[in-house]
């Protein structure tokens, strides 16, 4: 099982620097920058494609909306050339209050604008003349639109790889299935590893079927905090997460959009889902965060002896998780990688 871990995106990129060469020479498998509304992810992945050698970097995720499709096929050749073939392309179609309040775009149609962007950039790291025709994006823009003298392009380098990994973040029925049909990766959110097979099984299933096999298999990422410990510290780890879940499940979108919400509710925790959203929302962030049932921390916590690590570990491995996306605790976590990679192997 590979191992990521994220890289701070709103600190200094010196420190991230120093942290992504230390992370490399534990053993970390890749390293993922996020990008919200804080620095770019790229100008921090550039920069970690300097100060590291071997890890793979990642995009964790870029907002499709945010670029071109045609930018963003340039861009991740770009930085695919700079890090020695080391990139992987994370996208999703982030939420409408991010894309409408921060870039200014329409969220218009995100499942058919991610097979637009897949599509595109796929052609662009091939070289082929990018023509395309989607429900989305069309290249050229049409003759009765803009000035009527677009002309059909074709990037001008030579990228490295013409099948950089994409993986995608998604959570809906379709765009699992989508996910599952044409991305290299898959990022789910909230993630429970003893239920997601309820929740996706049969999403995941039906874009199998239609997957092309030269595509190999479906890269799943998913994991957490990471601590051997005692009882009273993983009791307070876990707790420590409650924020962060309070924010995705109760504040991340409108109350009559939140994905994080919906599949908190599909994991069996309809009444808590609403009473976290209905708390977080009138501004009782400390309660929401105590309306996380217990159950769903312990499912998802990678904290406490030996053991009960192992147990969760394993119980990714068996929901089909292939990284495990880590934060670990401790001075050494070389010493917990390696542990992590041993009981996979």
Known sequence: MKIGMGISYTGDPKAAGDRAADLEKAGVDM????????FDAVSILGYLAARTETAELASGILPLYSRSPALIGMTAAGLDAVSGGRFVL??????PQVIEGWHGVPYTKPLAATRDVIEICRK????????????V??????????????????????????????????????????????????????????????????????GMA????????????????????DEATAAKLKDAQR?????????????????YNNVFAQYGYEKEAKEIQDLYLSGKKEEAAA?????????IALVGDEAQVRDRVLAYQAAGVT???????????????????????
């Not at 662009?124 to 429900?135: F, L, M, Q, S, Y």
């Not at 092309?212 to 990422?221: E, F, K, R, T, Y």
């Open 291 to 299: 309306a996380i049932p217990q159950e769903y921390l312990d499912a």
């Open 243 to 259: 924020p962060g879940i309070a924010l995705y499940v109760g504040g991340m979108g409108a109350r009559s959009k939140n994905f």
């Open 137 to 206: 994006y069309t290249l050229p823009l049409p003759q009765d639109q803009g000035t009527g003298l677009a002309k059909p392009l074709k990037i001008i380098n030579h990228p490295v790889r013409e099948n950089i990994p994409i993986y995608i973040a998604s959570l809906g029925p379709k765009n699992v299935e989508m996910t599952a049909e044409i991305a290299d990766g898959w990022l789910p959110t909230v993630f429970h590893p003893d239920k997601a097979r309820d929740v996706w099984g049969a999403d995941i299933d039906a």
């Open 323 to 345: 990284q495990m996306r880590i934060t670990p605790v401790g001075d050494n976590p070389a010493e917990l990688i390696d542990k992590i990679k041993t009981w996979t192997a």
């Open 90 to 95: 994370g996208l999703g179609a982030s939420g």
């Open 210 to 229: 239609k997957r092309d096999p030269a595509l190999g298999g479906l890269d799943i990422v998913g994991g957490g905090t990471v601590a051997i410990c």
């Open 124 to 135: 662009v790291w091939r070289r082929e003349v990018v023509e395309h025709d989607g429900e």
């Open 31 to 38: 390293l993922w920058v996020a990008e919200l509304y804080s």
